[in-house]
């Protein structure tokens, strides 16, 4: 399975952005997705996932009601639309592809794309 995150970019403070996350591979729709962020100087953190259903998602507390993840299983994608953008969500984030185990921990997910940079300036 291989992953490809994009949409990345420089946006203010209150701003918008949607990230976009490609797989190809095996099967799609036997995977969840879930993203997570990494800023400087941090651990990898969960941000949000959907599972194999489209109507199962799951969010960390710091992007709930402000970051909405949709997956497209017809087109192999899978988006994060990030509404209210803070400064604190400058972060590269990835995307991943998880087998089995908690959407939020990092060890549940066995196949990771390169990471797409987020900058948010106040």
């Known amino acids: 399975v291989q992953l490809q995150a994009s949409g990345g970019g420089l946006v203010q403070a209150g701003g918008s952005l949607r990230l976009s996350c490609a797989v190809s591979?095996?099967?799609?729709?036997?995977?969840?997705i879930g993203w997570f962020r990494q800023a400087p100087g941090k651990e990898r953190a969960f941000v949000a996932a959907v599972g194999w259903g489209t109507d199962s998602t799951y969010y960390g507390d710091s992007v709930k009601g402000r970051f909405t993840v949709v997956r497209d299983n017809a087109k192999n994608l899978v988006y994060l639309q990030m509404n209210s953008l803070e400064p604190e969500d400058t972060a590269v984030y990835y995307c991943?592809?998880?087998?089995?185990?908690?959407?939020?921990?990092?060890?549940?997910?066995?196949?990771w794309g390169q990471g797409t940079q987020v900058t948010v300036s106040s």
């Open positions: 991943a592809a998880r087998s089995r185990g908690p959407y939020s921990y990092m060890g549940s997910y066995d196949y």
């Open positions: 591979g095996r099967a799609f729709s036997s995977f969840a």
